[in-house]
């Protein structure tokens, strides 16, 4: 019986495992420099934790099951519910501020196509518990951090940043009503992915008449610097005061410039995020040519954990996939592994007394800390066997050639550097030093 993986599921073979392990490694040293803990949870909830607040998107995408007991539960879609629900659970006596991250898999069932799957990656960032927009600067901080890490540039990925209530003022001001405000919210977050026809018969049920579809669409068409809050305000047609949430933008450009970030950052009105927990700062990491779905996005969520049973705390963060991220990288010709994983030497032996002194070299290197492996073949035909070390992209050769059992430390082996081709005799003892180097 041949069996296909299920549809939008990946099988990591070790190539395709070395490009996860090396996304991951980003991900956990960024975090870590910025001072986030890592934490987890588990893979299934409640399929109610998911029905709180996460809104129907994310709903209608739920693998949901009952178990045996009849209980309804659902495989996490996303972390943010979860990280509200362990927060709540403990915030008295956690730590303030609450700095988190994690690299969960999510599946949701949606239609998978180029940066969509059904089971994917994400890396969480996560800071509770600091009202001030300092959380909001360095959480978009640590996100453009880890684009540096792995080689990307500012004019190839941007931080479109905006906030729910501005985008609330715009579009109140434009015709819709308050109890259609949340449907205005995904139709302009769904906009890029619509047919302009369509984007103009649904913002007529919405409430808004052709000349304040004209402006909506003219506003959510542009990006702005992070220090043209003036003439975003004037293009919106709001008159001239700035009220608390326009002023927020003022102060996170102040924030985000001194952290050096003005090129990687810009407002962008036509983010508000599909999630229906946003309350404050929102923004999604896009690729510059605009082709790709959003490589990251989040926002400030206060009132989540209360909503978890918590106490009254503010919350903003981030969610980062591993599939956007690969494919820009790919794209760009950054590399998608690193030498982490590369054998320090690669141990051959020419005839059977050395390849039975094989197995106590290995465990010798691998005692003091060196990645070795060896060939399981014997033969003099080294060619062939230096093809396997250089397969394994092995650093080093070593390669043993004795003509009796009489081996020991001050025994003679060649070293072959497989750069540079360089080949040297060199004694046993002198191994780890020259593997050090
Ligand atoms: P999200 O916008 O739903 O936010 O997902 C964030 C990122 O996860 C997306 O930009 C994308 O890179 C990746 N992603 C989402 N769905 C898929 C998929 N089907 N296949 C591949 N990648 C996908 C959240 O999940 C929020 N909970 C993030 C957050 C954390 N907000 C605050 N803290």
Same mark, same amino acid.
């Given at each position: 019986?041949?069996? +296909? ?37 588990? &893979? ?12 129907? $998107? ?34 008295? *006596? %956690?730590?303030?501020? &609450? ?29 509770? $518990? ?18 540096? !890490? ?21 579009? /109140? /001001?434009? @015709? ?30 919405? $409430?808004?008449?052709?000349?304040? &579809? ?6 959510? /068409? ?8 003036? +003439? ?37 009105? /036509? ?24 490589? @990251? ?6 009132? %989540?954990?209360? #909503? ?6 503010? @919350?903003?963060?981030?969610?980062? *996939? ?11 010709? #950054? ?31 691998? !005692? +003091? ?42 025994? %003679? ?7 540079? $081709?360089?080949? +040297? ?5 002198? %191994? ?6």
């Amino acid at each position: 019986m041949k069996l +296909q993986p299920p549809k939008g599921t990946r099988d990591f073979y070790p190539d395709e495992m070395a490009k996860r392990r090396y996304l991951h490694d980003a991900w956990r040293r960024v975090s870590q420099r910025h001072g986030f803990d890592e934490v987890d949870g588990p &893979i299934f909830e409640s399929l109610d934790l998911y029905k709180v607040k996460s809104g129907d $998107g994310i709903v209608s995408e739920l693998f949901h099951f009952k178990d045996r007991g009849d209980r309804e539960l659902a495989i996490r879609p996303e972390f943010t519910p979860t990280l509200a629900r362990m927060v709540a659970a403990k915030a008295n *006596g %956690l730590p303030k501020p &609450i700095k988190w991250f994690c690299t969960p898999n999510l599946c949701r069932a949606e239609k998978p196509q180029r940066g969509r799957l059904r089971e994917f990656d994400q890396w969480n960032i996560d800071m509770l $518990g600091l009202d001030s927009l300092q959380a909001d600067a360095e959480v978009i901080a640590v996100a453009c951090d880890l684009l540096k !890490e792995l080689g990307v540039k500012p004019d190839q990925v941007k931080c479109k940043i905006s906030h729910r209530e501005v985008a609330r003022a715009i579009l /109140s /001001s434009l @015709g819709v009503p308050d109890d259609k405000m949340n449907d205005a919210f995904t139709l302009l977050d769904g906009k890029a992915k619509m047919p302009a026809t369509m984007f103009i018969d649904k913002a007529s049920e919405i $409430g808004m008449d052709q000349e304040a &579809i004209r402006r909506l669409n003219a506003l959510s /068409s542009q990006a702005y610097a992070i220090d043209a809050v003036d +003439q975003m305000l004037t293009d919106a047609g709001l008159d001239g005061t700035l009220d608390n949430a326009w002023n927020s933008l003022v102060e996170l450009d102040g924030l985000l410039t001194g952290l050096g970030l003005f090129d990687w950052c810009e407002f962008d009105l /036509s983010i508000v995020r599909g999630l229906a927990y946003y309350t404050g700062t929102v923004f999604e990491l896009h690729v510059a040519t605009g082709k790709e779905r959003a490589l @990251g996005g989040g926002g400030r969520y206060d009132g %989540l954990i209360e #909503l978890f049973g918590g106490p009254a705390m503010s @919350g903003v963060g981030f969610g980062m *996939g591993d599939v956007v991220l690969s494919n820009l990288l790919e794209d760009l010709g #950054l590399p998608l592994t690193d030498d982490s994983l590369r054998p320090d030497a690669f141990v051959i032996a020419l005839n059977d007394t050395s390849a039975e002194k094989v197995p106590s070299l290995l465990s010798s290197l691998r !005692e +003091q800390g060196f990645h070795v492996r060896s060939s399981y073949k014997t033969t003099r035909n080294i060619g062939k066997l230096l093809k396997e070390a250089n397969a394994c992209r092995a650093r080093f050769a070593i390669i043993l050639e004795f003509d009796d059992g009489l081996v020991g430390p001050g025994s %003679l082996v060649s070293l072959k550097d497989l750069a540079t $081709g360089d080949q +040297q005799p060199i004694t046993i003892d002198q %191994l780890a030093d020259h593997l050090r180097k």
